[in-house]
């Protein structure tokens, strides 16, 4: 118990948070949630809100909306696959090196773009995107365009349980990573560049550098993720770099709230399984639910700008009850949250 | 012996300007597009400046928002789509009245009818949007304010896109053709008497838009906003009334070329994206708040777009733009006419 306890201490994760993640291991077990569809609406959730971490992570502490973000998953998805495909590597492995272009890509643009102004970067980085996207659809001959790629799945299984427990384990593993250098004084600096330059550099912190080591770990993580989505679809088109995805991910954090990187993977489940329950419900009105996450994003920004986290901290986290700050981790300093 | 020292100071001067980077560029530019239209035929100036007018419509919304405002809209393609769509609705709603009732002067009218009637459409979308959205955020934070307005604007964009699909469905809602003129040939080119009309409208806005903000009161208002908020509070300027008119003009210029397009591209949900980008490049390119140069650089990002195309193939129109933009603000990140873009060290 008390080495569960300093593990979870180690990664970061609260009790609440630990029981949260059980609850996600357990329920696809528990009989109204162990058909297939919904475990597949879990996958997709989880990599969505595996998504919202690592956007987040450039987002909420340096404050760079990072807008052509779905296209750095699509290129990590993209090498897999065609590595897959071309020259028969496996997708296990292949989900390692898509990491490599994406981020090569982030690190260029950084370069290149973060010495501007937030909104020059953001543009910029949508302008890749884009770039990225049509080259994507023209060049043929190496991933079939708007035809489809099709790939290997990672496993031969048709279920979708052992992805979820894949994409559980990934999610986990990007959580942990990305905990452990916000809690370090790199995150610091990050955190100071995003609320004050001014003050950061006279701290002796050289704001282009940290941006650009920001922006190229959020990159590679989203080719890393985008490797996973390859080989659990089978199929891949270049619509997956749209920006209207990288839309998605961006309401997903903004509502979950932004700098907090677990806001995101909270907002996300909800946010897809209320698409697909809309899909399928109200397949008359096409297009709802994203009218109604339009508005939420447009309240949540105006009226909540913390979203989800700052209303969880200002209700649970300042809580003056034991168990719940037993729960929270409030009274742990080990935590360090 | 004072007016030659005049005029030759006015020569040298002129000289200079042209060897900056913007008299460059635009020397550059008007060469290569004649040497395009040697080589691929006329339609490449033809379309350059049917386009380009546009985009520089759409381009000097933009501009003005972020200059006056500060918020960079990236619901703009969405005001362009809106503009299209209420063109659209009036275009068809005048064409049955008209069928209804032949001979009456609505069938002359129509035209303008259409694209006035989208222009005022736009216009009240963005004094709503100001009012509801953006001064609801000004009057809580106004920390992170670019940032935090880009996101806004991306969820109305949303709920406009979607919203359209919601409401009227994903179909393509066009209209054959504005005017029921022939063509026109120009230079041995056919140019259809829509494109001129729609070319001439837009230069006459363009010349009312410079007329207003230069000479009239409010514009010169406006221009004073966008230079200082603080003083221009200070010499009693009603910031309320300059934002919504600013909002205003701006989704206004955007919904003006969505519905003067419209017999070109039909409307459809997501037909904000091809504007946005669009003027989204130019206003990058000739650097973030510069009005007057965004005019030019409509034409100037038209014309690379159609040699792309013409060149290269559809399908290259993202990336040979997207690389040029990287390469000017590598070399001059205030872009090629100049701004005031602080670099990272002023946020």
């Known amino acids: ?337 | 012996m004072g007016l030659i020292h005049r005029f030759k100071s006015m020569l040298y001067s002129t000289f200079a300007n042209i060897r900056s980077a913007a008299g460059i560029t635009i020397t550059l530019t008007i060469i290569i597009a004649i040497l395009g239209a040697v080589d691929k035929g006329s339609y490449i100036i033809v379309n350059t400046i049917v386009t380009g007018g546009m985009w520089a419509l759409m381009a000097m919304g933009l501009a003005l928002l972020f200059g006056v405002m500060n918020v960079a809209n990236f619901a703009h393609g969405e005001f362009f789509m809106v503009g299209a769509l209420a063109a659209y609705f009036i275009m068809t709603f005048s064409g049955q009245y008209v069928a209804a009732h032949p001979g009456t002067w609505v069938a002359g009218a129509a035209p303008f009818l259409g694209i006035f009637g989208a222009t005022i459409a736009g216009s009240l979308f963005g004094a709503v949007c100001e009012v509801l959205v953006f001064r609801q955020l000004r009057k809580r934070s106004r920390e992170q304010w670019v940032m935090n307005v880009f996101i806004l604007t991306l969820g109305i964009s949303v709920i406009l896109a979607n919203g359209h699909q919601l409401l009227f469905g994903t179909g393509y809602k066009g209209i054959v053709k504005y005017l029921d003129l022939p063509s026109i040939s120009i230079f041995q080119t056919l140019i259809s008497s829509d494109r001129i009309f729609v070319f001439l409208l837009g230069m006459v806005a363009i010349i009312v838009f410079w007329l207003f903000m230069k000479f009239s009161k409010t514009g010169r208002a406006i221009r004073a906003v966008s230079q200082d908020e603080t003083g221009a509070l200070m010499v009693g300027i009603d910031l309320n009334r300059i934002q919504i008119l600013t909002l205003a003009i701006s989704s206004a210029l955007a919904a003006f070329s969505g519905a003067s397009l419209l017999f070109m591209f039909p409307a459809y949900p997501t037909m904000g994206m091809a504007p946005l980008y669009n003027s989204w490049f130019v206003v990058i390119v000739v650097g973030m708040g510069n009005v007057g140069a965004a005019v030019i650089g409509g034409f100037i990002v038209a014309l690379f777009q159609i040699l792309t195309t013409v060149y290269f193939g559809e399908g290259w129109g993202f990336v040979v733009p997207s690389a040029l933009i990287i390469l000017i603000l590598v070399v001059k990140p205030s872009g090629i006419f100049g701004s005031s873009v602080r670099g990272v060290l002023e946020q």
């Not at chain 1, 969505?48 to 750095?72: E, L």
């Not at chain 1, 982030?106 to 290149?112: K, S, V």
């Not at chain 1, 839309?247 to 700098?259: D, N, P």
């Open chain 1, 1 to 337: 118990m008390d080495k569960i306890r300093r593990v979870l201490d180690w990664a970061g994760i609260t009790p609440l948070g630990g029981l949260t993640l059980l609850l996600l291991i357990l329920i696809p077990w528990v009989p109204p949630f162990n058909k297939e569809y919904l475990i597949r609406w879990l996958v997709m959730g989880v990599l969505v809100g595996a998504q919202a971490i690592a956007f987040d992570f450039t987002s909420g502490y340096i404050n760079i909306v990072n807008f052509g973000f779905c296209a750095f998953f699509g290129l990590g998805a993209y090498t897999s696959a065609v590595l897959a495909v071309r020259l028969g590597v496996s997708p296990w492995i292949g989900m390692f090196i898509g990491i490599l272009p994406a981020a090569l890509l982030g690190f260029l643009t950084g370069i290149l773009t973060l010495r501007l102004r937030g909104i020059i970067a953001a543009c910029m980085a949508w302008f890749v995107g884009l770039a990225l996207m049509g080259i994507t659809t023209k060049w043929v001959k190496l991933t079939e365009g708007p035809l489809s790629l099709s790939c290997p799945t990672l496993l031969k299984t048709t279920s979708n349980l052992p992805y979820l427990y894949i994409i559980l384990a990934m999610m986990l593993v990007v959580y942990i990573v990305l905990k452990w250098v916000v809690r370090s004084p790199m995150g610091l600096a990050f955190k100071a560049i995003g609320q004050n330059m001014e003050a950061a550099r006279t701290s002796g912190i050289n704001p282009v550098r940290y941006r650009i080591i920001n922006f190229t770990v959020s990159c590679a993580f989203a080719g890393w993720l985008g490797g996973f989505y390859a080989h659990y679809y089978g199929v891949l088109m270049p619509d997956v770099m749209l920006t209207t995805k990288t839309v998605e991910v961006l309401v997903v954090v903004t509502i979950g709230g932004r700098g907090s990187l677990w806001g995101g993977l909270f907002a996300a489940i909800p946010f897809v399984y209320g698409t697909e329950l809309v899909r399928s419900f109200f397949s008359k009105y096409p297009g709802i639910n994203l009218v109604l996450y339009g508005f939420f994003l447009l309240m949540v920004m105006i009226y909540y700008p913390g979203g989800i986290a700052r209303v969880y901290q200002k209700t649970l986290g300042q809580s003056k009850n034991r168990v719940v700050r037993w729960l929270t981790g409030r009274d742990n300093p080990s935590l360090r949250i």
